[in-house]
C-alpha cells in the first residue's frame, strides 16, 4: 500500500529496530558472559519476554543506571555501537540505544578514541556512530563522493567499512536498504582479515542485521535466524558457522519477523495505519 508518491503507508520498520536492538543487547550481554565477563547487558532479555515497549524502557534505565555506577568490562571498553542507514529500521533502534548512557561520535574520530581507550570515561559510556553511504565507501579512482553518482553508478565505488569502521565496533547495527548493484558492507574475506587480528579480538562481538538481506551487504549472512534461536557465529578464519556462544566468531542475530516480538504495539501500529484506507473503502 502506497501512497501518490510511491511511499509505503503501512510498515513496521520502527519496530523491526526496537526487537532487533532489544535482541541485540540481549544477546551481547550472553556472548560477554560466555567470554568470562558479566556486564550491564546481562541484564537484557529478549524483546518478547517485556509486556510492552513501556517494560522494555524501564529495564533499558536500570542498565543505563548499572553502567553509569559499576562500568562496563575493562578489557570491551570503548564499546562502540555502530549504526548503518537513518531509516525507520535504524530510528528503532536508536529509540532503544538512546535510553542508555553514551555519547555521539563521528568517523573521523574513531583512531583517537582508540588511543585514548583508557580513558575512565569509556567504562562508564558507551559510544554510537551513526553512518551513511558517505562514510563507509570511497570512489575506486580516489575522487569525491557524490551521492547522485553513487545512487546511478555504484560501480565506481568500493566499501572501506572494514578498514575505516569495524576495527573499532564493538556491535554494528545494520539497518541499510541494499540491492546487489551495490557494493556489500563487508565481505567473508573482509570478516576474516578482522578475525586474524588479536589486537582486534575485542572488536566485532555481535551484529544486530536487522535489515536480514540474506548474503547481502553482509557477505556472511547466510540465514534468517528466530526467535526460538536468534543467534549463530561466523568463524570467517575457518570458515565455520555455528550455534557454540564459547567458540570463536561474531555473533549474528538476523530473525526476519522482529515484529512479532512486540505485538502489542506492532498490532496497534498497524491497524492505525491501515484505518484510513479500509474506511475509505
Known amino acids: 500500500m502506497v501512497n501518490q508518491e510511491g511511499k509505503r503507508q503501512v510498515l513496521f520498520g520502527k519496530h523491526a529496530g526496537y526487537a532487533g536492538m532489544i535482541d541485540g543487547l540481549h544477546g551481547l550481554g550472553q556472548r560477554l558472559l560466555a567470554l568470562g565477563y558479566n556486564s550491564p547487558f546481562i ?9 510492552n515497549l513501556e517494560c522494555v524502557h524501564t529495564k533499558l534505565r536500570h542498565v543505563a543506571d548499572i553502567i553509569e555506577d559499576q562500568g562496563l568490562p575493562d578489557a570491551f571498553a570503548p564499546m562502540l555501537f555502530t549504526f548503518t542507514g537513518s531509516g525507520n529500521v535504524t530510528q528503532g533502534a536508536r529509540a ?16 583517537f578514541i582508540a588511543k585514548d581507550r583508557y580513558n575512565e570515561r569509556y567504562r562508564r ?3 554510537a556512530l551513526q553512518v551513511g553511504a558517505q562514510d563507509y565507501v570511497e570512489r575506486i579512482d580516489g575522487g569525491p563522493y557524490s551521492r547522485e ?16 569502521i569495524a ?15 551495490y557494493p556489500r558492507l563487508m565481505t567473508a574475506k573482509d570478516l576474516a582479515h578482522i578475525q586474524r587480528q588479536r589486537e582486534l579480538k575485542t572488536r566485532m562481538l555481535a551484529i544486530a542485521d536487522i535489515s536480514c538481506d540474506i548474503g547481502g ?22 570458515g565455520l558457522e555455528h550455534k557454540d556462544i564459547e567458540k570463536p566468531g561474531v555473533q549474528i542475530n538476523s530473525i526476519d519477523n522482529l515484529p512479532t516480538e512486540l505485538p502489542f504495539e506492532a498490532s496497534k501500529h498497524f491497524g492505525d495505519s491501515l484505518y484510513p484506507y479500509a474506511k475509505a473503502l
Open 96 to 111: 532503544i540505544f538512546d535510553d542508555l548512557p553514551h555519547d555521539n561520535v563521528t568517523v573521523d574520530e574513531l583512531p
Open 43 to 51: 541484564h537484557m532479555g529478549q524483546a518478547h519476554v517485556y509486556p
Open 125 to 127: 559510556r558507551l559510544l
Open 217 to 238: 551487504s553482509l557477505e556472511f549472512m547466510s540465514h534468517a535466524s528466530t526467535i526460538d534461536s536468534p543467534f549463530f557465529y561466523v568463524d570467517a578464519v575457518n
Open 149 to 164: 553518482e553513487y545512487r546511478e553508478h555504484p560501480e565506481r565505488y568500493r566499501s572501506v567499512f572494514a578498514t575505516k
Open 167 to 181: 576495527p573499532y565496533t564493538s556491535m554494528l547495527v545494520n539497518g541499510i536498504y541494499w540491492e546487489s548493484k
